[in-house]
């Protein structure tokens, strides 16, 4: 929008080709024109153009001495400086803004609403005035003008107006934007604070869970272990209590071990003389045992030569028996020698059985 507004503004204000070139001959072209800076009050942009005209293309000059007319050949060349006249209250000029004093075209120009308006006060108007409407229609006591050109050639205030309008909304976007960038900039490090401390956070969340977990297995190790020592105390206080009764039990067999003891030291003092007697009948034992333990040992000797005596019999009994059993074996054999001859001998008689009935 603001490229085709651009565009059109300056065709709107290209004075010619012939212009152009006389202006810059005279290093005129960089000065400004009388559009330039000129804010007119809103819905009054065509009733002010109107006035101007051409005369908005105007290059402002300090003063028209020294100027070479002579090289100007083609083209509409306005040239203006400042100067001032006398206003009327209420005029067009109090419609608009504008460095340069414009009473000289708008000082006796009357802003009405409408075309009727204009055409109905105009009968009233004094040597010089004249009345615009709203709507660009400008009257005077003998004249009345509408200016109605091209998109290009029209509307340059109102354009020039919106342009600026549209360029202070664009500088006021870029400033917001460039705000926006920073809010942007801000937000995306408040971003990676916040995920730094999400990180953060997330590692501590891991560490509180990691010594949870720790301290889980530490409280289940200590239950555990509580478990064991429980249990271990129920058995000590079970032993404990065995060993109270077993306690109890011993002292009272105690007791009555002492009352044993003390019935055995009085049987002692009782004994003492049976003793005497005992400790003779041990001497005269042991003799007799001496002597029993001599006729052992002998007896013992005797059975050792009869036990050589026997294993030498035994020895002989051994030898005895294998000679039997060589007979036996022997025998057996010869027994067999015989059986098998007398087959031989049968085996024998049968081929002299044949010749002899043969023979008779």
């Not at 942009?45 to 002579?70: N, Y």
């Not at 209250?89 to 609403?113: H, Q």
């Not at 003390?262 to 001497?283: C, G, H, I, K, N």
């Amino acid at each position: 929008r603001i490229t085709s507004l651009e565009a059109l503004q300056q065709a709107a204000m290209d004075p010619g080709k012939g212009v152009s070139e006389w202006l810059r001959e005279h290093q005129l072209d960089q000065r400004p024109r009388l559009a330039e800076g000129l804010r007119v009050e809103p819905g009054w942009e065509l009733a002010v153009e109107t006035v101007l005209s051409a005369d908005l293309q105007a290059v402002l000059l300090d003063g028209f001495d020294g100027l070479d007319m002579g090289g100007f050949e083609q083209g509409d060349l306005r040239l203006v400086s400042p100067s001032t006249s006398i206003s009327i209250a209420g005029s067009l000029l109090d419609k608009v803004e504008s460095a340069t004093d414009l009473s000289s075209w708008l000082g006796r120009v009357r802003p009405v609403e409408t075309l009727d308006q204009a055409l109905a006060g105009r009968a009233a108007l004094a040597d010089g005035e004249s009345l615009i409407s709203r709507d660009g229609y400008w009257v005077g006591r003998y004249f009345l003008r509408v200016r109605r050109a091209a998109e290009a050639e029209s509307g340059l205030l109102a354009r020039g107006q919106e342009l600026e309008r549209l360029q202070d909304e664009r500088d006021e976007r870029e400033a917001d934007l460039e705000l926006q960038d920073e809010r942007l900039d801000q937000l995306r490090e408040a971003q990676r604070q916040l995920e730094d401390e999400r990180e953060q956070q997330r590692r501590r969340q891991q560490d509180e869970a990691r010594q949870q977990a720790e301290l889980k297995a530490k409280l289940s190790a200590s239950q555990a272990r509580l478990e064991q020592l429980s249990v271990r105390r129920r058995r000590l206080d079970e032993e404990l209590a065995e060993l109270a009764a077993q306690r109890g039990l011993e002292t009272e067999q105690l007791a009555e071990a002492r009352l044993q003891l003390q019935d055995a030291l009085d049987a002692m003092a009782l004994d003492t003389e049976q003793r005497e007697v005992l400790l003779a009948s041990r001497d005269g034992l042991r003799e007799k045992l001496d002597r029993v333990r001599q006729e052992a040992r002998q007896h013992k000797d005797q059975a050792h030569q009869l036990a050589v005596r026997v294993g030498s019999l035994k020895a002989q009994h051994d030898s005895t028996r294998q000679a039997l059993e060589r007979l036996e074996q022997q025998f057996e054999r010869a027994i067999e020698r015989r059986e098998q001859l007398s087959l031989n001998l049968e085996e024998g008689e049968a081929p002299l059985e044949e010749l002899r009935m043969k023979l008779e």
